[in-house]
Structure formats: C-alpha cells, structure tokens
C-alpha cells in the first residue's frame, strides 16, 4: 500500500463546477496535510494546509480532513480554466522530522 | 525578489560526469530540502537540512552529495551522473508549521 494515494489520472469537469480531489494516507500518526498546486514546467506552489478534522475553507477551496479514515480531499469550487493544474497531496508523518510524503498527484482539467 | 532560487535551470550533461546544482532561500528559514521529480511527476524527499546539520538522508545513491556551507544555501554535487538521474531537482525551504516553499526546479537531462 502506498503511503499517500490519490486518484491517478485525469479529472475533467466543466467550467464553473465543483471539483473534488481526494487522498488517503497510511500512517495513522500523521499530523499535517497540505495540498499543493504545480502548472506544468512548474513548481509545487500551497494552496491549503489543514491540521484539525473538519474542513477549512480559504476563498474558492476547502480542505477536508478526517483523521479517523485517514481521507484528506480539496474541493474547489466554480472551478476555472486557470485551475487546471496536478494537484499534489502531501502528508507529514509522524516522525517529527518535517519530512513530506507526496501522492503521485492528479491532474485536473478545467474546460470552457 | 525570488524566495528559494536554484542554479541551473537546465543542466544537459554525459553520463559520467559530476555537475553541482545550488540553492539560495532568502526567507530565514532554518530547513532545506532536496526532492526529485521523476517523469511520472512523482515527487520525492532526498535530504534535508536544520540550520547547517543533515536531518533527512533517504535512501539515496552515494553519487550524490549534500552540502549545506549555512542555513540559507543547500547544494547538491552528483557523481558519475547516470541516464537515471534524469528528472527535476527542486529545493525547497521551510520554517514554521512545515510549510514548504519551493525553487522553481532544475531540469537535468543526462545523455
């Protein structure tokens, strides 16, 4: 089992619509979860960081976290063409070390 | 005023030969990162640094070596370059919470 999973692949919704993006992770000790936003040929850039269950909410996106089913998922509402980006879900373990763990990302598609 | 600069953007190079990538953060942050991003875009840690001393090594060939002269450069020497080492080298920098902030990457082609 990877230790941070997300849905491989493309999501594709249309413009204006809700996008969900969704992560789970292995260690059950973690305690930071952040997601990033990278544009092709570029660099991971934060969106949110969310460390208490429930949801956070920061203009058009909501983290949501729930610790109990080790699930993290970013919801972005009216989304735009703009948005369509890898989104990279990242989890910081339990081992104290700052050290970053990383799904394989997923790409979302905004069309017009 | 960039916040965590890389140098070289690009690196073409043979297999065999050494190359250094360099990192400069103008944050004060105390933590310095190494991470490879592969084709499949999979990111991945390499080593960190506090304040000048090696906190995170993963398991990383020994071809390749970091070097931290203070807390706010962290460089990357790599022996003997391999066809395998090709990907997207980016650092990054981080203080309070773990937030991360990174370079804009060095995208190292070996032939």
């Known amino acids: 089992q990877k230790e941070v999973e997300q849905n491989s692949g493309t999501l594709s919704v249309p413009e204006g619509a809700i996008a969900s993006l969704n992560c789970t992770y292995s260690d059950r000790g973690s305690q930071s979860f952040f997601w990033y936003r990278q544009y092709s040929g570029k660099s991971p850039e934060l969106i949110m960081f969310i460390y208490s269950n429930g949801d956070k909410e920061d203009g058009r996106f909501t983290a949501q976290l729930n610790k109990a089913s080790q699930y993290v998922s970013l919801l972005i509402r009216d989304s735009q063409p703009s948005d369509s980006a890898t989104y990279l879900c990242a989890v910081d373990g339990s081992s104290n070390t700052g050290k970053l763990i990383f799904g394989q990302g997923t790409t979302l598609q905004v069309k017009p | 005023d960039t916040a965590v600069s890389q140098t070289p953007k690009y690196l073409v190079t043979q297999m065999g030969n050494d190359k250094s990538i360099k990192c400069e953060q103008n944050?004060?942050?105390?933590?310095m990162y190494w991470y490879k991003q592969d084709s499949k875009k999979f990111l991945k840690i390499m080593f960190s640094y506090n304040n000048k001393e090696l906190i995170i090594n993963e398991t990383v060939p020994n071809r390749f070596s970091p070097k931290s002269p203070d807390k706010a450069h962290l460089n990357l020497h790599i022996n003997s370059l391999e066809l395998g080492d090709s990907a997207v080298y980016f650092c990054?920098?981080?203080?309070?919470?773990?937030?991360?902030?990174f370079g804009a990457g060095t995208r190292l082609s070996v032939l």
């Open positions: 944050l004060g942050h105390d933590t």
């Open positions: 990054a920098s981080s203080q309070a919470e773990n937030i991360q902030y």
